[in-house]
């Protein structure tokens, strides 16, 4: 990241992957890997992620008016994840748009993310507020650029997004024992079968690539 920081002031994530599919060895295309990896980060998120109930009422109430709602973010991972985020919180019919660093390589903590989300959408600064739990890149960038910031930190919720975060219990909770479910239902050897999966993969590549021809397997008691 620090590398491509030099080029990018959020760089894709794409890119940020083909540099470590660059740095191993792989038994798969560099596209299956940054597949993947991406697969796996959005797995991660959702398992430290909730709804914030007091705000998605309050933004559903500003529909009702007719007002527009956008996510701005600055995020490493694309905005096409945010479709799964968005409805793992229950408000996807809230949103009318979403804005990504990533995506746009332009962000909030440098504040040209603001006049890009200004014309693509059409609306005057003046006539927008900005919601954020950063007084820098969502209030002050904000207001340089003409929106009134508006700094909405909700602690409660802080303290258990990080705690869940930081514990995992969200994600062992919910990823993993589903992962485990399917993997029992439909595979002779239950959540063992991604660890042999993995050995078994790169054991035919690093074989393809000696030459050999015959392999004996022992193993003890198994």
């Not at 994840?81 to 919180?89: E, G, I, P, S, T």
């Not at 990504?100 to 989300?117: F, L, R």
């Not at 919601?131 to 929106?147: L, M, P, W």
Request: aromatic fraction near 12%; include cysteine; glycine fraction near 8%.
């Amino acid at each position: 990241i620090s590398l491509l920081r030099k080029e990018y002031e959020e760089p894709p994530y794409s890119l940020v992957m083909g540099k470590v599919y660059d740095a191993l060895e792989c038994g798969i295309s560099k596209q299956e890997f940054v597949n993947q990896a991406l697969e796996a980060d959005v797995s991660i998120e959702l398992g430290c992620q909730y709804g914030n109930s007091h705000l998605i009422r309050f933004l559903r109430e500003a529909k009702k008016r007719g007002q527009r709602i956008y996510v701005v973010s600055d995020f490493y991972l694309p905005q096409s994840v945010y479709k799964d985020f968005l409805v793992n919180a229950g408000c996807d019919d809230v949103i009318d748009g979403v804005f990504v660093s990533e995506d746009c390589n332009k962000t909030k903590s440098g504040g040209n993310i603001y006049p890009y989300v200004l014309e693509s959408i059409g609306v005057s600064a003046s006539d927008c507020v900005m919601f954020g739990d950063s007084r820098h890149s969502d209030v002050k960038q904000a207001e340089k650029n003409g929106i009134r910031g508006m700094w909405y930190f909700p602690l409660k919720h802080k303290i258990w997004t990080n705690m869940s975060r930081r514990l995992k219990m969200d994600y062992n909770n919910r990823i993993q024992p589903s992962l485990a479910g399917h993997l029992y239902k439909n595979t002779l050897y239950d959540e063992y079968a991604i660890v042999l999966f993995a050995f078994a993969q790169k054991l035919v590549a690093e074989v393809k690539k000696d030459g050999v021809r015959k392999l004996a397997f022992v193993s003890r008691g198994g």
